[in-house]
């Protein structure tokens, strides 16, 4: 069972710089998702692609944050111009489009900034 | 905005005896509900579900309990162990958002004492 995959697992950047995170769903999952999770806080979400296409972004989401998926696979988070705001938890998550499937997580990508 | 509560931050038990964790939303489109157990350094890992149309679904010693009127729903885990021991998440799901999108509340770090 090849889960939800995240790359790196940790990352410490110095603010201002850009950083970019690499998800691989579950290959069946046409699905992929993209939360944040802040100490003390529950997942909160930021985007959602089906296939290629990125359908919903949060408005959490500024324009210093893109997200990809250019062959419908494994997806791209990128933040630009990094702020301290920005440490948190990035997780990714995966689903096949079956009613009220649950989605699956990765182990996330631990953002620091300093 | 905070549309899914879990009011109680940790909850501590004795091994055996049963853990009820609860989680109250309020977006009355919600109509899917998650439980997610998370262990320190992993994502979130699914638990168990229920619909909108039925009021309990158990799965082994794990039990969810739905009351749509208090928009209200409860995890009971009996006997509870040791490797309970982690944050569990309430999340909800709407139906017509299109997607498996998730709402998910703050947490509640359970300990089970041996």
């Known amino acids: 069972d090849t889960g939800v995959s995240q790359d790196p697992r940790h990352k410490i950047t110095k603010r201002g710089q850009n950083v970019t995170f690499r998800c691989d769903p579950i290959?069946?999952?046409?699905?992929l998702y993209w939360y944040r999770q802040t100490l003390g806080q529950g997942p909160e979400f930021l985007t959602y692609?089906?296939?290629?296409?990125?359908?919903?972004k949060s408005r959490l989401l500024s324009d210093r944050f893109s997200a990809e998926r250019p062959k419908g696979s494994f997806s791209t988070l990128e933040i630009q111009r990094t702020e301290q705001g920005d440490s948190a938890m990035y997780l990714c998550?995966?689903?096949?489009?079956?009613?009220?499937?649950?989605?699956?997580f990765g182990n996330g990508t631990r953002l620091t900034v300093t | 905005d905070q549309q899914v509560k879990q009011n109680s931050p940790s909850l501590s038990v004795q091994e055996g005896r049963i853990s009820i964790l609860n989680c109250d939303y309020t977006?009355?489109?919600?109509?899917?509900f998650l439980w997610y157990k998370k262990y320190p350094a992993e994502g979130p890992t699914f638990l168990i579900s229920?619909?909108?149309?039925?009021d309990k679904n158990e799965d082994g010693r794990f039990t969810v309990f739905l009351n749509k009127s208090a928009k209200h729903l409860s995890l009971h885990i009996v006997p509870s162990q040791p490797g309970d021991s982690a944050v569990y998440f309430c999340?909800?799901?709407?139906?017509?958002?299109?997607?498996?999108?998730?709402?998910f509340g703050t947490g509640t770090r359970l300990t089970i004492i041996p």
């Open positions: 998550a995966s689903s096949n489009q079956v009613y009220n499937s649950p989605l699956h």
């Open positions: 692609f089906q296939n290629e296409a990125q359908l919903e």
């Open positions: 977006n009355s489109m919600f109509d899917y």
């Open positions: 229920i619909s909108s149309i039925k």
């Open positions: 999340a909800a799901s709407a139906s017509n958002f299109g997607n498996e999108k998730l709402t």
């Open positions: 290959s069946e999952h046409n699905r």
